[in-house]
């Protein structure tokens, strides 16, 4: 390997020069690179002497682009057996962020410098911080499965990403902000409210969010096999996707059993005996007539025994309870007779996982459970103990420093 200069003169009399890295490659084929300038020609052979030893090098023209890398990648995915809506977030990912900017790069070309600048152009274009954070994330796992393949000798998003490391996410916490009780998380009074305007379906599903605290999709996909009433006890081994599709929780922690409190057990036993049957038709009265045959499997099922859709239980569920409660906020719209148009406060069923954690996590003097941060992670189902407190941090009751320092002077002085 040896790197030397050319120097040649253009039809306009104007002299240039560059430097060749001339190598061999780990398959004996003979390369040539050239450089404008030679210190990046010595960079290119450092690290390319590396590569060949270690049997890892891919020159430019044997590296394939990454929209064509990107389509292999998502047929890995599909064989894997990842979610449907795993596999279509990548396939938006690439078809609308990724290959109109990068489609035609070598993988090969690719350096943090231009991943870099492909982040600014993804900004420039309106994308919000949330999407260029997860479009860098499928970016990073195109190229490692383009590395796996031998398409690519290294993966420069994870090393660019290594190089922030910590600071960068300590960075989105701050700009993201901390969750906020009676903006992010209701309080205690308006979860009441909440809970003394429920009926019907709705009632235990939401008791059940509120006091277990299982995400949406974990509700969608609860199975009355993983509800104990005699111990009181849910155990999460599923959940329903945005396609109704069932599937294992996307992590390890994911899966766990969550102590559930006499209210909602006593919901679940009238839920099962009244309102889990399937619907087969409707009476002259127009009340439902359900199927004599055991109940679905799934808990909160709708009325013909399959999964329930997430619109559903806002729009005919939560949001009208919410309403009814009085936790709302003016939408600055009036109806046909000039009544002010109200809206629930809270839009998503995710505030009462919000709520659940600082139940968790309160004194018991204040009406909470004054769980450890690390039982409290597990009853989450976080995958780290650095996500439950990234989010929750700061609900954690703080002991009193003066008292602290006093004691801490008197057994110094002693």
């Known amino acids: 390997m040896s790197i030397r200069k050319r120097t040649w003169t253009t039809g306009k009399g104007v002299e240039k020069t560059a430097w060749v890295c001339d190598y061999v490659d780990a398959k004996g084929v003979r390369r040539l690179k050239t450089f404008a300038k030679k210190k990046d020609a010595d960079a290119f052979e450092a690290t390319a002497k590396v590569e060949v030893r270690e049997g890892v090098h891919v020159a430019d023209s044997d590296s394939a682009t990454v929209e064509a890398s990107g389509k292999l990648w998502l047929a890995s995915a599909s064989a894997s057996g990842l979610e449907r809506a795993t596999i279509e977030d990548y396939g938006r990912h690439l078809r609308l962020h990724i290959a109109p900017y990068l489609g035609a790069a070598r993988l090969a070309s690719l350096s943090i410098a231009k991943i870099r600048s492909f982040e600014d ?24 499965d383009a590395q796996e393949r031998g398409l690519v000798a290294r993966n420069v998003v994870r090393d660019m990403k290594a190089r922030r490391g910590s600071s960068e996410r300590r960075q989105e916490q701050r700009q993201k902000g901390r969750l906020k009780v009676g903006v992010d998380i209701p309080m205690r009074d308006e979860v009441k409210a909440l809970l003394g305007a429920l009926s019907g379906r709705w ?15 974990e509700l969608r996909g609860l199975r009355w096999s993983d509800v104990d009433l005699d111990k009181r006890e849910i155990r999460v081994h599923q959940r329903a996707d945005r396609f109704n599709d069932i599937g294992r929780p996307k992590s390890l922690s994911g899966e766990r059993t969550v102590p559930a409190p006499p209210m909602v057990i006593n919901a ?70 000039g009544k002010p ?16 954690a600082s139940w ?31 989010r929750y941090s700061h609900l954690f ?8 320092m006093e004691a801490a002077e008197r057994a110094f002085l002693a």
């Open 121 to 144: 152009d993804l900004r420039e274009a309106g994308r919000s911080p949330a999407m260029v954070k997860k479009v860098l994330v499928s970016l990073s796992a195109l190229v490692a």
């Open 203 to 217: 009632r235990p599903l939401v008791l059940t969010a509120t006091f277990c605290g299982l995400r949406a999709s």
């Open 268 to 337: 679940l036993k009238e839920w099962k005996l009244a309102y889990s049957r399937p619907v087969i038709g409707r009476d002259n009265e127009g009340k439902p007539i359900r199927e004599d045959a055991k109940p679905s499997h799934l808990v909160f099922a709708n009325g013909a025994g399959k999964v329930e859709q997430l619109n559903n239980i806002l729009r005919r569920g939560l949001h009208p309870a919410w309403v009814e409660a009085g936790v709302t906020v003016d939408t600055g719209e009036t109806d046909a007779e």
């Open 341 to 356: 148009i109200l809206a629930p406060k809270y839009t998503g069923l995710h505030c009462l996982r919000h709520w659940f």
């Open 360 to 390: 968790c996590i309160n004194r018991k003097e204040d009406g909470g459970l004054a769980l450890p941060p690390k039982v409290v992670q597990e009853r989450m189902g976080h995958s780290t103990i650095a996500l439950t407190m990234d």
């Open 397 to 404: 009751p703080k002991a009193d420093d003066a008292d602290e």
